[in-house]
């Protein structure tokens, strides 16, 4: 389970919207749908997931319809505030929400788009683990709507796999790609690197054989140790190394190295894909901020700079919503400050960066240092746009105090 919600104001019941809010309806609109349910708890994970063991009266044959009245109550919301809009994309997470049956998502996602509609051509994403997806499953997600599987591969080396806890066989990663492809859903694998006794070699057999998988996307993501994790506990004990920045940094290097020489262009400091038709829509929404409903428990959402999460136990989700009431937790609108500190957070990260006639004046100054750090594209500073190089995707974070402090 996750740590703690946020601090914030108490939400509203009824989950009404607040009547001076600033909205935009041309700002594209997506929806996450939180699947809180995994077989077992890998050891670096803090998301909100759930093993049946920890569901205390909830139960997971029920979620669908469960999930599906809030879907309602935020249709109901949404209209009254006049903030209505049809998906651009929508983003099954979590958790494993493949551990539900495929008609149940089915069924999720045919309330989302009956309440709240489609754009033409837009992206539908399901997270998947590799052991839970045959053909019968993708075939069912392609003829619901589904466009696009996101399978969390993470290594195809046993002992790395091992110390994440993660329980797939590696050989089921080939599978679920197949199945994925032959229902004709676009292909995403994931992967995480710098994991305890993950060498170079290592890393470089797992990049080879999701390279080998033609997918049309690939993410790789530095582990990162999260309080209260198993795998904090580990280090903290001293059974297991800590993750090695440097040796995280050459991996990240070789990732960015093989995936260019395969036909992939970075879009993100963690992602990559083989045309930009092929980046991930929904992700790319977050970081240009646009709005957002996110169910299921523990979920957060974002309208027109409204920030609202919902409770995070799925029994407690579920009473809420059984009582009429809305399951969220708490809400805020954060200040000026801290929206630009978002903002340029945020777009620091993709490769379009940040304009620099965005930044306040005084930090537009700073842009020619880091130029000569070697962390922003001087071509691209002449255009007017900060972006990073691979020094500075490496060094992101440096970039951004510098920017904002």
């Not at 801290?338 to 993709?350: A, K, P």
């Not at 130029?371 to 995707?393: E, H, K, N, Y």
Request: net charge negative.
């Amino acid at each position: 389970m996750a740590g703690p919600l946020p601090l914030g104001d108490p939400a509203p019941a009824d989950g009404h919207l607040p009547s001076d809010l600033p909205i935009d309806s041309s700002v594209p609109f997506s929806a996450y749908l939180h699947v809180p349910f995994c077989r077992v708890r890998c050891g670096y994970c803090d998301f909100n997931t759930y093993t049946s063991g920890e569901l205390r009266g909830a139960k997971q044959e029920d979620y669908a319809s469960t999930l599906i009245t809030e879907i309602a109550l935020a249709r109901r919301v949404l209209a009254d505030a006049g903030a209505l809009r049809p998906m651009d994309t929508v983003f099954f997470g979590g958790g494993t929400p493949t551990l539900l049956p495929a008609g149940d998502l089915a069924r999720m996602l045919g309330a989302a788009t009956d309440a709240f509609g489609l754009v033409d051509g837009a992206e539908v994403t399901v997270e998947a683990n590799p052991d839970t997806v045959t053909r019968e499953v993708a075939r069912t997600l392609a003829d619901a709507g589904v466009t696009r599987l996101s399978i969390g591969m993470q290594s195809a080396v046993p002992h790395v796999l091992a110390a994440l806890d993660r329980t797939h066989r590696p050989e089921n990663v080939t599978t679920a790609v197949a199945a994925a492809k032959d229902a004709g859903l676009a292909v995403s694998v994931d992967l995480i690197y710098g994991a305890p006794g993950e060498s170079i070699g290592d890393w470089e057999a797992s990049l080879d054989a999701a390279l080998a998988l033609e997918s049309d996307h690939i993410s790789a993501y530095a582990l990162i140790i999260e309080d209260g994790t198993k795998l904090a506990r580990q280090i903290r004990r001293g059974e297991v190394p800590a993750p090695d920045d440097d040796l995280q940094a050459d991996m990240y290097e070789l990732a960015d190295a093989r995936l260019a020489a395969a036909g992939f262009d970075w879009y993100e400091i963690s992602n990559w894909s083989r045309s930009p038709e092929q980046r991930s829509r929904h992700n790319l929404a977050y970081w240009r901020g646009s709005d957002w409903w996110g169910f299921g428990p523990g979920a957060h959402s974002h309208v027109a700079g409204l920030r609202w999460w919902n409770v995070k136990h799925p029994a407690a989700y579920a009473q809420r919503l059984a009582a009429a009431e809305s399951p969220a937790a708490g809400t805020e609108r954060p200040d000026e400050q801290s929206t630009t500190l978002e903002r340029i957070l945020l777009l620091s990260r993709i490769r379009e960066g940040i304009a620099v006639c965005d930044l306040a004046a005084d930090k537009r100054t700073r842009v020619a240092g880091l130029i000569a750090d070697g962390l922003v594209d001087p071509a691209a500073a002449v255009r007017g746009r900060v972006q990073l190089t691979l020094r500075g995707r490496l060094l992101a974070d440096a970039v951004v105090r510098e920017l904002t402090d």
